[in-house]
């Protein structure tokens, strides 16, 4: 069972916004998002919350409040069909990283 | 570019041992701790385990402790990890990935290496 709550699945049509959220974060700590292709090496998406690494479309934002955090993609489009995983920090955990258990976005 | 390639996956009865490794390149590997990620089949992403920089901080995951030990030499830009008494629960794809400093993600990850325990 992962620390980090994400809904298993979300999908939506070509063009429209989707969000995906993550519970039970640490308020102390950041929160990253990874988008994954199974088979491939999965890509850092979204860092400390809010911030894209290079060459990540602004397509894709991240926000963080309190214990909560989510990740929203606008226009969305068939290869961002992949898993989406949060991440985060827990020193309460023996000071470890921690993963939320995925969220697979489907492209109807 | 900076690059992460794992080797040494493959089959291994329960109870055995196993070293995986991951060859650096594209970067100053000495200067950036590393990290062990897996993913078992179905399931999602687990942290394993970390090592700082010049090798002598190490974290583990209470999943693995005592049976993993994670170590690098910076003279060949090459991560291990050495796995022993290895069970069904250990079967994954194995990833490691770079730190990304001070706010604690994973900028960079390799492809993998599949480790199946299975008698």
């Known amino acids: 069972q992962s620390v980090l709550t994400q809904p298993p699945s979300v999908s939506g049509a070509p063009g429209q916004r989707v969000t995906i959220s993550c519970t039970g974060t640490n308020a102390d700590y950041d929160v990253h998002w990874y988008q994954h292709v199974p088979g491939t090496a999965p890509k850092l998406l979204m860092y400390?919350?809010?911030n894209r690494p290079s060459g990540v479309p602004d397509r894709f934002s991240g926000s963080k409040s309190g214990t909560s955090a989510s990740l929203a993609i606008s226009g969305l489009q068939a290869d961002d069909e992949a898993d989406y995983y949060c991440q985060s920090y827990d020193s309460d955990l023996n000071d470890s990283w921690v993963f939320g258990g995925g969220t697979k976005l489907t492209v109807v | 570019q900076v690059q992460l390639v794992e080797s040494g996956g493959g089959v291994v009865q329960p109870g055995r041992s196993l070293r995986l490794s991951c060859a650096a390149s594209?970067?100053?590997?000495?200067?950036?701790?590393i990290h062990w990620v897996r993913q078992a089949p179905g399931k999602g992403l687990e942290w394993v385990a970390v090592i700082g920089s010049n090798g002598v901080n190490k974290y583990y995951a209470d999943s693995v402790k005592g049976r993993v030990s994670i170590s690098r030499d910076n003279s060949k830009n090459t991560l291990y990890l050495q796995m022993n008494s290895l069970r069904p629960e250990d079967m994954a794809v194995y990833y490691c990935?770079?730190?990304?400093?001070?706010?604690?993600?994973?900028?960079?990850w390799g492809q993998g290496t599949l480790v199946t325990v299975s008698s």
């Open positions: 990935a770079r730190d990304g400093g001070w706010q604690k993600y994973f900028d960079y």
């Open positions: 594209g970067f100053s590997f000495s200067a950036y701790a």
């Open positions: 400390g919350n809010t």
